[in-house]
């Protein structure tokens, strides 16, 4: 009878802590207990939210390219330049690359120019993609402008630990030919040709240009 009797006032004095213990605690764990269903929520809304928007920004860009594929080049700039405004991710960025592009394929080299430039010269932009503009206005200026031009956006590439130095020179060294400096291309383009790390259609492009100032008499 004892045994009984002690079980059930030990059994007692523990709900007796337990209801001590809810009444102290309860309210708190509640609030926590709702806190982190709110912010496990919350996060999953915003993973969502993020990833439609960057979702939506992708299918613009993809727009835009079928625009300027189709030869609709005003229309595709004005989808690249609404993405530039209200894009997210790398996509605002990649409209003004596209947008240097079409521009170019417009006719309008000076303008392409310049929008690379822009790029080039924007100091929150990942060197490499600063340096992958200096290059594409530097290839446009091969044809549509001078040496001094074309040395002053990819002089710089020409560095040896560059990974665009190929591309680099050969810009410097084509526009360099086509003004009749020919000291100055035919070091450029024997390097060029000679260099096993370059890409094998810039070594045969070289190799190219080679023979033929070397056949004018010339190298």
Do not use: C
Not at 57 to 80: I, N, P, T, V, Y
Not at 121 to 147: E, T
Not at 169 to 190: H, N, Q, T, V, Y
Request: hydrophobic share 45%; charged share 20%.
């Amino acid at each position: 009878m004892s045994d009984t009797f002690f079980r059930e006032v030990n059994e007692e004095m523990r709900q007796a802590k337990a209801r001590a213990i809810w009444q102290r605690f309860g309210p708190i764990a509640i609030i926590l207990a709702v806190l982190i269903v709110l912010g496990t929520g919350g996060w999953v809304l915003y993973n969502w939210w993020a990833e439609s928007r960057a979702n939506a920004s992708g299918d613009q860009f993809s727009q835009a390219l079928q625009l300027a594929s189709e030869g609709k080049s005003d229309e595709a700039l004005a989808a690249l330049q609404a993405l530039e405004s209200d894009g997210v991710g790398a996509y605002p960025l990649l409209a003004r690359m596209r947008m240097a592009t079409v521009i170019a394929q417009q006719g309008d080299f000076t303008g392409a120019v310049a929008q690379f430039d822009q790029v080039s010269n924007d100091g929150s932009i990942p060197q490499s993609i600063r340096d992958l503009a200096k290059l594409r206005a530097g290839l446009i200026l091969v044809d549509h402008g001078s040496y001094g031009d074309v040395e002053a956006r990819v002089g710089a590439l020409n560095a040896d630990t560059n990974p665009l130095r190929h591309s680099a020179r050969e810009a410097l060294a084509l526009s360099a030919w086509k003004e009749g400096r020919l000291a100055d291309a035919m070091p450029l383009f024997e390097t060029l040709q000679d260099d096993t790390a370059a890409p094998a259609n810039i070594r045969q492009r070289a190799g190219m240009m080679v023979e033929l100032i070397r056949g004018s008499g010339a190298g």
